[in-house]
T-cell receptor
């Protein structure tokens, strides 16, 4: 089974509108971390937001918020007031703790295009 | 504050050769992790180092190895290169709380 599933290969959003990028995960661990990264065409990976499995409140970082639904094992990224510079690939990732250390898993990514 | 520095940015190697990639983390970060990104397999975790010790390793053959020095700089080595090793290799460093990882710009390796 896939550890991280991003079902939206591509998304379009009008500038200044909000958009939700979906992410579901699979783990039997109690302690894990969820991340979202942005990868523009330049190739660098930019950290956006982090949610710990024990965090009771949804994480927010500026225009980014993470809609964390633990029972459903989903960690959707919400980008408010989209900007042209938000056009990029977005990756959802999970850090899972094993008895030998951390394992990291990434989704296949969602390509977001912001339309003027 | 300097970011994560990866060298070289681009590399072309021949099948059968070996290659060493370097990663200098953000000052004060003791955790460094490495990832491979290819169009076919996506992003995959290679290994993570903390205080010179490998914490864990992803599902890669023994040809992929790494190490971390006392100043937290890390190197990744791939021996007996194969065409399929062509990829963007990314490293990331993090604070001890591991709640955020800062990536370098990557090394694009092409094996011919």
């Amino acid at each position: 089974a896939q550890k991280i599933t991003q079902t939206q290969p591509g998304m379009f959003v009008q500038e200044k509108e909000a958009v939700t990028l979906d992410c579901t995960y699979d783990t039997s661990d109690q302690s894990y971390g969820l991340f979202w990264y942005k990868q523009p065409s330049s190739g660098e990976m930019i950290f956006l937001i982090y949610q710990g499995s024990y965090d009771e409140q949804n994480a927010t970082e500026g225009r980014y918020s993470l809609n964390f639904q633990k029972a459903r094992k989903s960690a959707n990224l919400v980008i408010s007031a989209s900007q042209l510079g938000d056009s990029a690939m977005y990756f959802c990732a999970m850090r899972e703790a094993s008895n030998t250390g951390n394992q990291f898993y990434f989704g296949t990514g969602t390509s977001l295009t912001v339309i003027p | 504050k300097a970011g994560v520095t990866q060298t070289p940015r681009y590399l072309i190697k021949t099948r059968g050769q070996q290659v060493t990639l370097s990663c200098s983390p953000i000052s004060g970060h003791r955790s460094v992790s490495w990832y491979q990104q290819t169009p076919g397999q996506g992003l995959q975790f290679l290994f993570e180092y903390f205080s010179e010790t490998q914490r864990n390793k992803g599902n890669f053959p023994g040809r992929f190895s790494g190490r971390q020095f006392s100043n937290s700089r890390s190197e990744m080595n791939v021996s007996t290169l194969e065409l399929g090793d062509s990829a963007l290799y990314l490293c990331a460093s993090s604070r001890e709380d591991r709640k955020g990882y800062t990536f370098g710009s990557g090394t694009r390796l092409t094996v011919v």
